[in-house]
């Protein structure tokens, strides 16, 4: 199944910076930049960042994001147990004339 | 606030149609695309496909022939239904609020691109005999 790769998992102590790679081409991210979102266990995903940079309000500023060419990254700066929860990256794909998606990474807060 | 809220019938044997419908609260139907997203367990989430207020449809050419995606933007709802449901349709369905970056012509195509800013919470449908 194509798509975004992102790792399955990652994890770290509180306090402890944490960073989450999505990697793509060039019909994706390397087009259009990414989004990223947060996503808990039966509950709406919710966006945290897209291909400006733009953090709607409510997300904290040690959450961060940047693109660089085909990949990505969601950094965790200053990990907190409120961050425990699945992350995916979107971006969209002119191949497929739609959104692709990364297979999400469950972050866990040790 | 935008919210969405979706429903539709959880449990489905194969043949069967899947549908599902999903209510806009808040905010504008127009100017916007409205798109459907699944993940079947332990998959990545899958693009299914998308309605632009104007009534444009774009779908996802794995699926295309087996869906359909309409709106009624009086009731500021859409609908997804796809056709002859196997067990490999049995996903999480989501339904989201697309935000348009660009609408315009090449070669010949209407292309919408979008990113999705607000999500449904989901919606498990299971297909099984």
Known sequence: QSGLTQPPSASGTPGRTVTIS??????????????????????APRRLFGKDDHRPSGVPERISASVSGTSASLAFTGLQSEDEADYFCAAWDDSLNGPVFGGGTKLSVL | ?????????????????????????????????????????????????????????????????????????????????????????????????????????????????????FWGHGHLVTVSS
Not at chain 2, 21 to 29: D, E, L, P, W
């Open chain 1, 22 to 43: 999505c990697s793509g081409g060039t019909s994706n991210i390397g087009s259009h930049g990414v989004n990223w979102y947060q996503r808990f266990p039966g509950t």
């Open chain 2, 1 to 117: 606030q935008v919210q969405l809220q979706q429903w539709g019938a959880g449990l489905l044997k194969p043949s069967e149609t899947l549908s599902l419908t999903c209510a806009v609260y808040g905010g504008s139907f127009n100017g916007y695309s409205w798109g459907w997203v699944r993940q079947a367990p332990g998959k990545r989430l899958e693009w299914i496909g998308d309605i632009h207020h104007s009534g444009t449809t774009n779908y996802n050419p794995a699926l295309k022939g087996r869906v359909t995606i309409s709106a009624d933007t009086s009731k500021m709802q859409f609908s997804l239904r796809l056709n002859s449901v196997t067990a490999a349709d049995t996903s999480i369905y989501y339904c989201a609020r697309g935000s348009i970056t660009f609408r315009g012509v090449i070669f010949t195509r209407v292309i919408t691109r979008y990113y999705f800013d």
